[in-house]
C-alpha cells in the first residue's frame, strides 16, 4: 500500500517556524514529484509548494515565498516543508501530495505544478498558529 505520512504539525506562536515532514512508502520516491498544499477551515485547499522529483526544481506560492520552503531527501523518501515567519493566517490542515513524473513533461509540471492530478494524497497535519 501506498502510505503519504504527514508530521510536524502543532500550536506554535506567530512568528515561530516548523518543519512538516511526509514520509512515503509504497512507492519508488525518485519517480515522483512532490506537492504540499493546507486547507483552512470551510476554505478550498491552495497549493503551498512543490518540488520536481529530482528535487533541482521547486516552486513557493507567492503568498508563502520567502518564508515556506519545499526540500526533498531521497534516502529516506521524505519531502519536508520548512515554515518561518508563521503568522495566524497560516493555520491549516496540511497536506502531502505525489504524483508520478511521466504524467507530465518537466514544462507542464512546472507551469502548473498546483492543478496536476496528484496520485496520492497524504492524511493531513494540522498547524495552529496563536498566541
Known amino acids: 500500500d501506498v502510505q503519504l505520512q504527514a508530521s510536524g504539525g502543532g500550536l506554535v506562536q506567530p512568528g515561530g517556524s516548523l518543519r512538516l515532514s511526509c514520509s512515503a512508502s509504497?512507492?519508488?520516491?525518485?519517480?515522483?514529484?512532490m506537492a504540499w498544499y493546507r486547507q483552512e477551515p470551510e476554505k478550498e485547499r491552495e497549493g503551498v509548494s512543490c518540488?520536481?522529483?529530482?528535487?533541482?526544481?521547486?516552486y513557493t506560492a507567492d503568498s508563502m515565498k520567502g518564508r515556506f520552503s519545499i526540500a526533498r531527501d531521497s534516502a529516506k523518501s521524505t519531502v519536508f516543508l520548512q515554515m518561518n515567519s508563521l503568522e495566524p493566517e497560516d493555520t491549516a490542515v496540511y497536506y502531502c501530495?505525489?504524483?508520478?513524473?511521466?504524467?507530465?513533461?518537466?514544462?507542464?509540471?512546472?507551469?502548473?505544478?498546483?492543478?496536476?492530478?496528484?496520485?496520492?494524497w497524504g492524511r493531513g497535519t494540522l498547524v495552529t498558529v496563536s498566541s
Open positions: 501530495a505525489a504524483v508520478r513524473f511521466r504524467r507530465y513533461s518537466s514544462r507542464d509540471y512546472s507551469s502548473r505544478c498546483f492543478t496536476v492530478g496528484y496520485d496520492y
Open positions: 509504497g512507492i519508488i520516491f525518485s519517480r515522483y514529484s
Open positions: 518540488a520536481a522529483r529530482s528535487g533541482g526544481w521547486t
